[in-house]
């Protein structure tokens, strides 16, 4: 073949792609793109389970506020006492049992926060099934309605995402039914 010829070939081929690019771009835009939302806090807090994880939850929590007030008293006895003998002992003993009594106070902060970790470690431990099951759940009706989004409708701070949808948007794309039926919550 002749460079003319491998032009005019090479020169059919991209105007052939361009075209078929082209058509391509327009039957995107002319599909309807579907978004859909949910309130998943409202399909957790409608879960029967959810009962059973909040009472765990307030009983470890109580547990470890009891732990806390413990260490917090045994802290404040530890102060009292010091407060009582401070006149009668010497520079140096003062200066010691200060420091001990930073490390205790150190030590009670630390306390607190491992308490706090634990906690939210715990809620993830038991809101992490729950969770899983009402994505998959959302990912099965979205799916199965030709979404090709869902949103949220709150954020995790509880602001809402979703200000405003129609009567009829809503009973088209609000999902949050759709999604407890799915989990079997009637």
């Known amino acids: 073949m002749n460079k003319k010829m491998i032009q005019r070939i090479n020169t059919l081929f991209i105007t052939a792609l361009i075209l078929l690019g082209v058509q391509g771009i327009a039957q995107a835009q002319s599909e309807e793109l579907k978004i859909g939302y949910v309130s998943p806090q409202a399909i957790l807090q409608n879960m029967p389970e959810m009962k ?42 003062q200066a010691q ?65 979703i200000l405003y949808a129609s009567d009829d948007f809503q009973s088209k794309y609000d999902i949050t039914q759709a999604v407890m039926d799915e989990l079997g919550m009637f």
């Open 52 to 93: 059973a994880v909040q009472q765990r939850l307030q009983n470890f929590t109580a547990r470890k506020q009891q732990e806390l007030n413990q260490k917090e008293q045994a802290f404040q006895a530890e102060v009292t006492a010091y407060q009582q003998k401070v006149g009668v002992i010497s520079a140096e003993a």
């Open 97 to 161: 049992e200060e420091q001990r009594l930073g490390q205790l106070q150190n030590d009670l902060l630390q306390a607190q926060q491992t308490a706090e970790q634990e906690l939210q470690a715990k809620r993830n431990e038991l809101l992490g099934p729950l969770l899983e099951q009402i994505g998959n759940a959302i990912d099965t009706v979205a799916e199965r309605m030709g979404l090709g989004y869902v949103l949220n409708t709150t954020t995790s701070t509880g602001d809402l995402v």
